[in-house]
T-cell receptor, first 116, second 117 residues
Framework: AQKITQTQPGMFVQEKEAVTLDCTYDTSDPSYGLFWYKQPSSGEMIFLIY??????QNATEGRYSLNFQKARKSANLVISASQLGDSAMYFC?????????????FGTGTRLKVLA | EPEVTQTPSHQVTQMGQEVILRCVPI?????FYWYRQILGQKVEFLVSFYNNEISEKSEIFDDQFSVERPDGSNFTLKIRSTKLEDSAMYFC???????????????FGDGTRLSIL
């Protein structure tokens, strides 16, 4: 069975600094996808970034980047130049493909607080 | 940008009552999902739906739960006889063809907060 682990329940970062949110995963599938979602206090789930297991380069999307270390089975989210609006819950998720379709397995999340 | 819409945003129901949560997925998407998030906990998969039938369901999705796509646009989750532990945020999500192996994410609605009294 696949598993996602986020070991940081909460993180603080000073505005304009970079922060890394950790995510490790466990799977026996050679083909998998890793996703990061942001959940503000309002509750919606916002897709941030994707990393495929066969991607040669680390994914980047604006201020978001993924530090993907396949051998260590980690896919850490890096947020550069933090902004107050980045304060939210962040979830790492893995795509699990089944015979019928696929689903996400989520980690427990990291609550990020950006300080002014 | 197209989005997944869920109604209502908040539903308060007496224990034992039936509740229907509604979702309108993105129009050209083919795969539909329901997830649940109990307050302060992680998001959990409930059920996936494709080609007008359930593709997979979790152990949470027992006989009290059902899903339906009654027309070409709506996707509903019904809980027949609600329990206190059904109180949670329920998210609907959808994805397009090819999303099983590609970078296409599941698109989530804003959720319905269900409170069982």
């Amino acid at each position: 069975a696949q598993k996602i682990t986020q070991t940081q329940p909460g993180m603080f970062v000073q505005e304009k600094e970079a922060v890394t949110l950790d995510c490790t995963y466990d799977t026996s599938d050679p083909s998998y996808g890793l996703f990061w979602y942001k959940q503000p206090s309002s509750g919606e789930m916002i897709f941030l970034i994707y990393q495929g297991s066969y991607d040669q380069q680390n994914a980047t999307e604006g201020r978001y980047s993924l530090n993907f270390q396949k051998a260590r089975k980690s896919a850490n989210l890096v947020i550069s130049a933090s902004q107050l609006g980045d304060s939210a819950m962040y979830f790492c998720a893995m795509r699990e493909v089944t015979s019928g379709t696929y689903k996400y397995i989520f980690g427990t999340g990291t609550r990020l607080k950006v300080l002014a | 940008e197209p989005e997944v819409t869920q109604t209502p945003s908040h539903q308060v129901t007496q224990m034992g009552q039936e509740v229907i949560l509604r979702c309108v997925p993105i129009s050209n998407h083919l795969y539909f999902y329901w997830y649940r998030q109990i307050l302060g906990q992680k998001v959990e998969f409930l059920v996936s739906f494709y080609n007008n039938e359930i593709s997979e369901k979790s152990e949470i999705f027992d006989d009290q739960f059902s899903v339906e796509r009654p027309d070409g646009s709506n996707f509903t989750l019904k809980i027949r006889s609600t329990k206190l532990e059904d109180s949670a945020m329920y998210f609907c999500a959808s994805s397009g063809q090819g999303a099983r192996y590609s970078n296409q994410p599941q698109h989530f609605g804003d959720g319905t907060r269900l409170s069982i009294l």
